[in-house]
Nanobody
């Protein structure tokens, strides 16, 4: 089994930056694509970034140019660098590994507010 442990969330002012981390147990992390999702209160969970095992990334228009997904397969860790944060980015952010039916992190709260 794979466990994903997220960290790095918190309160930040509009225009600020945060870096989220997703530490994975086991050695299969490097095999599969990983992604970051977010879910704001009262809204459905949405994809914010995805990266292949080889490091090719994609983003929706809502975060493109502001967020960067990356991974260090040697450390079994994924990252989400978030810049120019907006209040509408406020949500619980989840790490996801697309293997064996999918694995989810526990989620970490990101709040963008003055």
């Amino acid at each position: 089994q794979v466990q994903l442990v997220e960290s790095g969330g918190g309160l930040v002012q509009p225009g600020g930056s945060l870096r989220l981390s997703c530490a994975a147990s086991g050695s299969i992390f490097r095999i599969y694509p990983m992604a970051w999702y977010r879910q704001a209160q009262g809204k459905q969970r949405e994809l914010v970034a995805v990266i292949t095992s080889g490091g090719i990334a994609n983003y929706p228009a809502s975060v493109k140019g502001r967020f960067t997904i990356s991974r260090d397969n040697g450390k079994n860790t994924g990252y989400l660098q978030m810049n120019s944060l907006k209040p509408e980015d406020t949500a619980v952010y989840y790490c996801y590994l697309d293997g064996r039916g999918g694995y989810w992190g526990q989620g970490t709260q990101v709040t963008v507010s003055s």
